[in-house]
């Protein structure tokens, strides 16, 4: 890859409503006349108790609320999630991350290379020292499209080779060089077989991020806070996602390119529902199977916000 670098295009980086009260009709005056008593009798009985119809009503829609958010969560976490293995577990990385930033001005790249390594630190990972040898790799470029395939081309081992293992590795190939999205990433892997063995519910094998390369095309980025970018790439890095999954339903920062939105409704930085997945990733049991898995980054989710989750938000605050 490194004799790609030297020739790649120069960086153009940015500096980059309460419920309605119920209708009463009303009688009319014959019928009044004719059956007072027990009309007042009758509507008497059709009364609820103060306060009380209006409490049961609004814990109902709350609860309705609740169950939507419930049913969200689960169709992100389950679109957005790759599996991978016959037990279609979660990856992560699991011992020590070192970010690297190619062809970008020194003063933004420190600043994405020291984004990405406190996010890491949130979730618990060990971050390399100045100087150690990246696993994720994050190249600026403004043909994103030419880039991947070069770089195809000229590693074939690290993207073709690799994607004849996987179970959907050719669409995944497709997906890194299809387009023009303003940012693309790559991600490779390895299953290690778990000491403890398999069980009903252990799946026998763990599943382990080795390394990521992470292409932001300048030509398609538009007008970001830099910050907000740097969340971005932070969150693709250390969670192998699906660039197709639909997060318009959550405050993500993965909407940060969502066409239509403004400029002041653009997310700024990681939210508290990416906190929630990306903790969730990094604090399931890894192995479990990949349903398993899942249902625990969802707990974490819907935690708002557990114990570890504000130990993240607040090393992500410093």
């Given amino acids: 890859m490194s004799k790609l670098l030297p020739a790649l295009l120069s960086l153009s980086l940015l500096a980059l409503s309460p419920l309605a009260q119920p209708a009463v009709a009303q009688t009319s005056g014959q019928n009044q006349s004719q059956g007072q008593n027990q009309s007042q009798g009758q509507n008497q009985n059709r009364q ?33 999630t790759v599996r991978q293995g016959r037990r279609g577990q979660v990856a992560r990385f699991d011992r020590r991350v070192c970010t690297g930033v190619v062809n970008m001005r020194a003063d933004y790249a420190q600043y994405m290379n020291d984004r990405i390594a406190r996010v890491a630190d949130a979730m618990r990972l060990r971050v390399g020292e100045p100087g150690c040898q990246p696993n994720i790799l994050i190249i600026a470029t403004d043909d994103g499209a030419l880039l991947s395939q070069r770089l195809i081309d000229d590693n074939p081992a690290f993207f073709r080779d690799y994607a004849d293992l996987q179970e959907r590795g050719n669409q995944m190939l497709g997906d890194f060089t299809r387009g023009r999205p303003p940012v693309r990433w790559w991600h ?11 069980s009903r519910l252990r799946a026998g094998t763990r599943v382990s991020l080795n390394k990521a390369l992470i292409i932001i095309d300048t030509s398609v980025v538009g007008t970001v806070h830099f910050g907000a970018l740097s969340d971005y790439v932070a969150m693709v890095a250390l969670a192998r996602l699906n660039p197709e999954a639909d997060a318009t339903q959550l405050d993500s920062i993965l909407n940060l390119f969502q066409p239509g939105l403004s400029a002041e409704a653009r997310p700024t930085g990681l939210t508290h529902w990416d906190i929630g997945y990306l ?17 625990q980054v969802i707990f974490e989710m819907l935690t708002r916000p557990s114990p570890g989750q504000r130990d993240a938000a607040d090393t992500l605050a410093e």
């Fill in 279 to 295: 903790f969730g990733i990094y604090n399931a049991d890894r192995n479990l199977r990949g349903n398993q898995q899942e249902a």
């Fill in 188 to 198: 490779t892997a390895e299953i290690e077989i778990d000491p403890y063995g398999m």
């Fill in 48 to 80: 609820s108790p103060p306060g009380g119809g209006a409490t049961v009503v609004e814990e109902v829609v709350i609860e309705a609320q609740r169950e939507q958010i419930r049913q969200t969560v689960r169709e992100f976490v389950g679109n957005a």
